[in-house]
């Protein structure tokens, strides 16, 4: 019965041959068989297509050309999207298990009115994935911390192609925080139903656009409050620096 449903995966990758492997893997290494994997690849210029072309064509969808930034290439990747149920899984992260999709998609089964599943994430800071450093538990997570900036983990959301369409694309005019923007969007403007688990879904190698520094994070925060603003949500500077004290409770899953 749960091969019932198709799941589509994308992957957005640049210059990522010291990680593309495991990530692949992990998802070709899934027990569900219903799964439409699609890579998009920036025009990467170190190994990362030596190492995706050894895969053969009907392993995955490989699409490689310049693109407009991470969102950009995000919407590309779900514009292909034929599956019932669509995830994200960045080029440095990885499913733990081969029984991830199988659960995922046990949940859409056992509850025929969800529209996405929130699930956890845990943040490793060397590519061995054995001691976490961070416990992003989406069961933690409550909607009113949208107005400080926190948001549900993006890579352990999965959402289905239907609610997508009622969602929209991800707005590319945001450079690190098109994602908090798009998950906003979902949960508090569009009112999908999300169902919160602390089952972790991958496992994440700490890094990307929105922890690259003091810099990195000025300007997510600014663009965070923009995003709420934007939507009629009132929140101020003093509101958004008070996520870095509730992270302190992610450090080793507290």
Known sequence: ??????????????????????????VLNQKYTNIEYIIIDGASTDQTLTVLNAYSNNEFKLISEKDNGLYDAINKGISMCTGDIIGLLHSDDIY????????????????????????????????????????????????????????????GFFITKEAFNKVGYYRTQYNISGDFEWLLRAIIINKIVVKFVPF??????????????????????????????SHGIYSNKLLIYLKYLLKLFQIRGL
């Not at 019965?1 to 593309?20: E, G, Q, R």
């Not at 496992?203 to 603003?229: P, T, V």
Request: aromatic share 12%; charged share 20%.
């Open 96 to 155: 733990p298990n081969e029984n991830v999709i199988s659960t995922v998609v046990s949940y859409f089964q056992n509850d025929f009115s969800l529209e996405a599943l929130s699930s956890s994430v845990e943040i490793y800071k060397t590519a061995d994935f054995i001691n976490p450093y961070r416990i992003y538990k989406a069961s933690n997570f409550r909607k009113w911390q949208f107005k400080i900036g926190i948001q549900p983990p993006h890579p």
């Open 1 to 26: 019965m749960l091969n019932n449903l198709k799941v589509s995966i994308v992957t957005v990758c640049y210059n990522a041959d010291k990680t593309i492997l495991r990530t692949v893997q992990s």
């Open 200 to 229: 972790t879904s991958v496992y994440m190698l700490d890094g990307g656009l929105s922890s690259a520094g003091w810099k990195s994070r000025f300007k997510m925060n600014n663009e965070d409050l923009k995003i709420l603003k």
